[in-house]
């Protein structure tokens, strides 16, 4: 009897789940924008007001980068997006953190890492993405997930009572199926509003006045960079349309393929706004770069710095990849270090930084008169810099002095 | 793109029957030589409380409760200022910080929150001990501290001490409170319904130390309700020092 009781409680699960993950496949149009959101029931309102909690804490947080004109720019990006009437409802911080990602929570806070900045290449790739945290937003994945992942543990809850109430092993074995269906469904729940939410965010940029086929570009710069990681981590190829049972999202194969057929053809002529992007990001791009560097990521670094570097190299993106090689530091890594430092300076003779690393480098490799001259023109550009006491040793001259 | 971390936590951890037994008692202590004298004239800064009251899912999930929270932190605030004459000393409210002082207390109330969690897993109950406090478990000795970055937060310089609190209620819904029954009845397993978890702390505004803590894993007095937030704000008071607020 508990067995044909476990058994119907997984039918109705299934189907539940199902339903509800249905995601609609034909021609995306924009929905009618509702007003301002408040939210609504026990469970919103209570989520919202945990939220609030949580953004007042955030606002204090030492990991926001507070920078005016960075963050209203990301706003504005975000705004040429979804419209000016739904971007109103959000507030936008921008973390230090150097991973690609961005967070949209219920009640209208955008975190978004420097790590997704560092990898955007255009207005139209920025706007992908924040189109499609928007889009979780709009649609109020959070409550929805919160209210599945009630519904599932709560059926475990009784599905365990009832199994321990007969603990023969069949019963045992139906309970274990339970749980892995329930948990394999929450999953899917939520790589199906990950879909969901890519739907929304290609059809909010095919409205806007950026280039759609950008959303596409951004998985493929994504699949490059794993690549690029794991190849130099020797590690087998990665598979980028296989589903794991515990993955939160869709893999990136899949996102590039369907993001590129929902793009409105007749937005492909669209501009990017990718000047203007590196404009606003040239300011931000040592710090970022040097965030990325000491993630020790080989591969991924350096996939980011030459992707960056194809629209023409600069000091800073020469002295990226010098600090790049240098750190991981093999004899043969300093030599071709000294070389893209020396790059680096002969686009900006006074970049002390790159004297710095040039003279380090070049101490390693025997090179002592070479490295001892850059390290004494680093101390020259930066009398006060904080390790000055530590290179001042390393010079003999300067320290006889 | 978030939550993945926490959903896969979530599974892991909440589904069924014995919760943790961590914080399942009461346990306070005071500073070795640390001494409040009642009407000393002494000033105590009480930051702004962290308050959550919602309810406990059939399968163990929190479920936020704005008005029941809304109601706790009033009550509570009530409670706490009509408590104010018994703690024997004159009691202020922490003013409102803006800008860098706010960023400042933010990670003052994180560091409290931190080191509280700490002196609760490894000094209160018994079980985990760190290494370097194995001694001081031994011998009685209760020796934290913030550091003496506390004297620059916003009101610190007009106050002696400061008061943290920290309150969090889960009250078992009417699906639990069946599963907890059914569970006793049948199989006759023990299903925790609800969940009452408190602690409040009290900080030298100049060296940082922490001089006294409380912490109580199954409070009673129900802060939705006017009487009730009275006896939790005592509870969470309970043996303040120079307050004549008695355990209960």
């Known amino acids: ?401 | 793109m978030k939550d993945k971390f926490r959903s896969i936590a979530l599974l892991a951890s909440f589904i069924f029957l014995v919760s943790s037994p961590a914080i399942a008692q009461e346990r306070s202590a005071v500073r070795q030589g640390f001494e409040l004298a009642p009407n000393s004239g002494k000033r105590i800064l009480v930051f702004r409380p962290s308050i959550s009251v919602g309810a406990q899912s059939t399968g163990g999930m929190f479920e936020p409760n704005a008005e029941w929270t809304d109601q706790a932190r009033e009550n509570l605030q009530v409670a706490l200022d009509a408590l104010q004459s018994r703690l024997g000393n004159e009691v202020i409210v922490a003013p409102e910080a803006f800008g860098e002082d706010a960023r400042n207390l933010q990670e003052h109330m994180a560091l409290f929150s931190a080191v509280s969690q700490a002196v609760i897993e490894y000094q209160f109950f018994v079980g985990n001990r760190l290494p370097t406090k194995k001694r001081d478990n031994r011998e009685d000795v209760f020796d934290w501290s913030l550091g003496e970055g506390v004297a620059d937060l916003p009101g610190a310089e007009g106050a002696d001490y400061g008061l943290f609190i920290y309150n969090r209620d889960a009250y078992g819904s009417t699906g639990r409170k069946i599963l907890q029954v059914l569970a006793a009845f049948g199989p006759g397993l023990a299903v925790q319904s609800g969940e009452h978890v408190g602690y409040a702390g009290l900080v030298d505004l100049r060296t940082g130390d922490l001089l006294w803590l409380n912490a109580d894993g199954a409070m009673g007095g129900d802060p939705r309700e006017v009487d009730g937030s009275q006896k939790r704000a005592r509870q969470l008071l309970e043996e303040f020092p120079g307050s004549d607020i008695e355990a209960e």
Request: hydrophobic share 40%.
């Open chain 1, 1 to 401: 009897m508990f067995r044909f009781a476990l058994a119907s409680i997984v039918t109705g699960l299934l189907s539940c789940a199902s339903a509800a993950g249905a995601l609609a496949q034909s021609a995306p149009i924009l929905p009618p924008y509702q007003g301002v959101y408040q939210p609504v029931g026990v469970d919103e309102i209570g989520i919202w007001q945990e939220d609030d909690e949580g953004e007042r804490r955030l606002a204090a947080s030492p990991l926001v980068i507070r920078d005016e004109r960075l963050t209203s720019y990301v706003k504005d990006v975000l705004c040429s997006a979804v419209g000016e009437d739904r971007c109103s409802a959000t507030r936008v911080y921008i973390m230090r953190e150097p991973t690609f990602n961005a967070t949209m929570s219920p009640n209208g806070t955008m975190r978004v890492f420097s790590g997704l900045l560092l990898r955007m290449r255009s207005e139209a790739e920025l706007a992908a993405i924040l189109g499609h945290e928007f889009g979780h937003f709009e649609s109020r994945h959070s409550l929805n997930i919160f209210k599945s992942q009630r519904r599932g543990t709560d059926l475990l809850a009784w599905g365990a009572l009832l199994a321990s109430m007969s603990p023969s092993y069949d019963v045992r074995r139906n309970y274990r199926n339970l749980e892995i269906s329930v948990y394999g469904n929450l999953f899917r729940y939520k790589r199906d509003q990950e879909r969901e939410a890519d739907t929304l965010g290609i059809v909010y940029l095919n409205n806007s006045n950026l280039r759609p086929q950008a959303a596409s570009e951004v998985w493929q710069n994504l699949m490059g960079e794993i690549e690029a990681s794991a190849n130099s981590r020797g590690l087998s190829r990665p598979r980028f349309n296989a589903v794991a049972f515990t993955a939160s999202h869709p893999p990136e194969g899949e996102r590039a393929a369907y993001l590129s057929q929902l793009a409105s053809p007749e937005g492909a002529s669209r501009d990017d706004g990718a000047a203007r992007y590196q404009e606003v990001l040239s300011t931000w791009l040592p710090m970022f770069l040097d965030d990325q560097i000491k993630l020790n990521d080989f591969g991924a670094s350096e996939y980011i710095i030459e992707s960056l570097a194809r629209n023409g190299w600069t000091a800073t993106l020469w002295f990226a990849r010098g600090e790049l090689y240098r750190t991981r530091g093999n004899q043969r890594d300093l030599v071709n270090a000294a070389q893209f430092y020396a790059n680096a300076i002969g686009m900006d003779a006074n970049l002390a930084e790159a004297y710095r690393g040039l003279g380090l480098s070049l101490l390693k490799t025997n090179n002592m008169t070479d490295g001892e001259a850059a390290l004494r023109r680093y101390l020259e550009l930066n009398p006060d810099a904080d390790d000055a006491m530590m290179i001042r040793l390393m010079v003999p001259t300067e320290n006889s002095q």
